[in-house]
């Protein structure tokens, strides 16, 4: 398959709806979902084409074949602090695993940032921990302070890692009396929406998100044409009739999926090298319970996005052993689960084609991290690439399971917080 990344200018506010049950707010999401971006090109296909859709064709191939077309969420891409507008493609979400100062939370901006004390993961330290047998209760490595999880999106340039988020704000509306044509009495809500640029110094700058597609490869080309013949012409989000979601998107040329650096197999071998260097420096606490480590290879899989995992006609927030079996059609009954740090949320939207609300769907949120071993590593190898292309659970096509292999953040370990 080829990977198309995509460059999405919003050029008015973005109502990116997420379904929340009751009140009078109507909640937006922080990025521009995989499903949302699918949909308004699949509306915008439909209503130019001049012929119905048959099987075989290229709308049927990109959004209904064997191997659809795969729309990955949009992230905000701006750097955070800078006053030029500077786009960075590769844009993480942030491990749960992850901790930072309650006090000064983020990323530092140069090594002694009065304003932040930086940000470290937990993940290597926490299973050292619990196989040498003590609580691992980590405080600030600056100055002490107690922490708390850190959530969001991230990229690194260089030896620097950046935040990147996007900001919201209220727009308030009246409802309007059809019969008259006029306002209706005591209508009022708002909507919450994405903002269309942000203030850096005394400019403003547009806001960027970054997202791909990843298609078929004799479909690459046209795709990329397509999008960027239309880019003016798409809509995003809800309230378009009313100037909401206007956007230009811009589709960079296609690249090969197996073009990822650095690979699976070396992200593996870097984080295996790090929990060995971290295991032995726990033993100035004693013996392990066990050596977990001997003879054994692991790996996480992070969740970069939302996923809607099943097992045994259940929902459930974890990808157990069987499951990842499942999904990368491996044979291998020494693969074990040693942790699983997730979270769970309802997730609904409206489906233009059918004119009907989706179902409410159980989703493991982005950033859920998942730590296996195998002591048989040469099996996984392929199987974690097509992982990395292909995603976890359903609706993988709507952007929904997209996972990394070895996130390179749970490198960072408390005493070198970023």
């Not at 009751?22 to 971006?37: F, L, M």
């Not at 915008?44 to 099987?55: G, S």
């Not at 995003?236 to 073009?259: C, E, M, Y």
Request: aromatic fraction near 10%.
């Amino acid at each position: 398959m080829k990977r198309i990344n995509l460059e999405i200018k919003a050029l008015s506010p973005l109502a990116i709806g997420r379904h929340k049950p009751g009140g009078s707010i109507s909640e937006t999401e922080r990025y521009i979902p995989g499903t949302v971006i699918r949909g308004a090109m699949a509306a915008y296909l439909l209503k130019r084409a001049n012929v119905p859709i048959t099987e075989g064709d290229n709308f049927h191939e990109l959004f209904l074949g064997e191997n659809p077309a795969i729309f990955h969420n949009a992230y905000p891409a701006t750097i955070e602090g800078t006053k030029q507008t500077r786009v960075q493609p590769d844009v993480r979400v942030v491990p749960a695993t992850a901790l930072s100062s309650k006090t000064k939370p983020g990323f530092k901006s140069k090594p002694n940032d009065p304003k932040h004390n930086g940000v470290f993961d937990t993940l290597i330290d926490r299973f050292c921990a619990e196989s040498y047998g003590h609580l691992y209760d980590p405080n600030c490595p600056n100055d002490g302070d107690r922490v708390d999880t850190f959530t969001g999106f991230y990229s690194k340039i260089g030896n620097k890692y950046h935040s990147h988020s996007a900001h919201t704000r209220l727009l308030t509306r009246v409802g309007i009396n059809r019969r008259r044509a006029t306002t209706e009495e005591g209508v009022l809500y708002s909507i919450e929406v994405l903002n269309e640029s942000k203030i850096a110094g005394k400019k403003e700058k547009p806001v960027i998100y970054t997202g791909a597609i990843l298609v078929i490869d004799k479909l690459a080309n046209s795709l990329q044409r397509f999008v960027n013949n239309h880019q003016d012409d798409l809509r995003l989000g809800g309230s378009t009739s009313r100037g909401l979601g206007k956007v230009k998107i811009t589709a960079n040329s296609p690249v090969d999926t197996t073009a990822v650096k650095p690979s699976v197999e070396e992200r593996i071998k870097i984080f295996q090298d790090k929990l060995h260097k971290r295991w032995q420096d726990w033993q100035i606490f004693g013996q392990p319970q066990q050596d977990l480590l001997q003879n054994h290879t692991y790996f996480t899989i992070d969740l970069q996005s939302d996923a809607i995992l099943n097992e045994n006609w259940q929902r459930t927030t974890v990808i157990s052993p069987e499951m990842l079996l499942y999904f990368t059609g491996v044979t291998d009954s020494s693969l074990q689960l040693h942790a699983a740090y997730s979270s769970y949320d309802y997730l609904s939207g409206w489906n233009s084609a059918w004119g009907l609300m989706k179902d409410v769907e159980l989703i493991t949120n982005k950033g859920s991290v998942y730590l296996f071993s195998t002591i048989q590593p040469n099996l996984w190898m392929e199987g974690l690439e097509y992982l990395e292309v292909k995603g976890v659970g359903e609706r993988t096509c709507e952007g929904f399971g997209q996972v990394q292999i070895c996130n390179e953040f749970h490198l960072v370990l408390r005493e070198e917080a970023v």
